[in-house]
């Protein structure tokens, strides 16, 4: 299966599969669609309703990125559980974390 993540310039663009309503929050293993695309996995506590459980995966995935909230943005899926995210910080490292990440099942 291909890294749900890859390089964009000097960001990284990253494929989320998003189950908001979760007992935990939890960011970690990877998910493949019917088409055969790879998607990391991620899980929070807060609702779908007025991009709650947007900001809840933003603050989640910084916290595990360990880089500030205001390097990740939302490109695709605003009202969809998968999603894309464009991470704007050190592509090097966040791509060392994220396959720390995503290897964590």
């Known amino acids: 299966m291909a890294a749900p993540w890859r390089l964009d310039g000097s960001d990284v663009r ?6 908001p309503r979760s007992a935990k ?17 991620a899980s929070v506590r807060a609702v779908p309703e007025k991009g709650r459980a947007n900001a809840a995966l933003i603050k989640l995935l910084a916290k595990a990125l360990e880089v500030p909230p205001s390097a990740i943005s939302l490109e695709a899926g605003d009202s969809s559980r998968l999603k894309r995210v ?3 910080a050190n592509a090097a490292i966040v791509m060392q974390r994220l396959q720390i990440i ?4």
């Open 86 to 88: 464009r991470i704007s």
């Open 14 to 19: 990253l494929s989320v599969r998003l189950t």
């Open 25 to 41: 929050e939890a960011v970690g293993g990877m998910w493949q669609d019917p088409q055969g695309t790879a998607w990391l996995c």
């Open 102 to 105: 995503a290897g964590d099942t």
